[in-house]
Antibody, heavy 119, light 108 residues
């Protein structure tokens, strides 16, 4: 069974930093690209970032480019999101999800970790 | 960026009735369109992909149609567990997905 468990979300002040983690199990992590998707409270879904299997291809949404960094450790079956210069509008539930190497929807999602940016 | 819109924002339906949800893309996404269901406190769940293919185990009362820029999700006879928010997503510009704002299906 595919399991994705996010962690690291909590309350942080504007301008602060946070590192999210996603522990993957139940599948061969190194064979799949991964995504982060977020959802502000009471709002819709926003794709944040993508990383390929070998980390050779990385994409970011314009809203986070230059502030967020996605990475992965295939030996540890883990995905990360380093978030710097956080803003109030970054407040959201952050979901990690399994990606693909070609146009495909998202089959598997974690349960999310909540990031709150507030003073 | 491909912008997705959904209508209506809220749909009030009685159990057993039919629900029809619409999704429109700002440019053609071919059939690279998915529908997700999200219940409070839960992650989204994939229902439909390729505009009309049902995800594994999805009841037949759910059906998707459309291509290009206009798509529809139909729930033929609403059950109590179907009251939720439904999002469409285009993955034609993969991996830069975009989602619609959602349609909330609630009890009439």
């Amino acid at each position: 069974e595919v399991q994705l468990v996010e962690s690291g979300g909590h309350l942080v002040q504007p301008g602060g930093s946070l590192r999210l983690s996603c522990a993957a199990s139940g599948f061969t992590f190194s064979r799949f690209s991964m995504n982060w998707v977020r959802q502000a409270p009471g709002k819709g879904l926003e794709w944040v970032s993508y990383i390929s299997r070998s980390s050779s291809i990385i994409y970011y949404a314009d809203s986070v480019k230059g502030r967020f960094t996605i990475s992965r450790d295939n030996a540890k079956n883990s995905l990360y999101l380093q978030m710097n210069s956080l803003r109030a509008e970054d407040t959201a539930m952050y979901y990690c999800s399994v990606g693909s190497e070609s146009p495909s929807p998202i089959d598997y999602w974690g349960q999310g970790t909540l990031v709150t940016v507030s003073s | 960026e491909i912008v997705m819109t959904q209508s209506p924002a809220t749909l009030s339906v009685s159990p057993g009735e039919r629900a029809t949800l619409s999704c429109r893309a700002s440019q053609s996404v071919s059939s690279n369109l998915a529908w997700y269901q999200q219940k409070p406190g839960q992650a989204p769940m994939l229902l439909i992909y390729g505009a009309s293919a049902r995800a594994t185990g999805l009841p037949a009362r759910f059906s998707g149609s459309g291509s290009g820029t206009e798509f529809t999700l139909t729930i033929s006879s609403l059950q109590s567990e179907d009251f939720a928010i439904y999002y469409c997503q285009q993955y034609n510009s993969w991996p830069r997905f975009t989602f619609g704002p959602g349609t909330k299906v609630d009890i009439k």
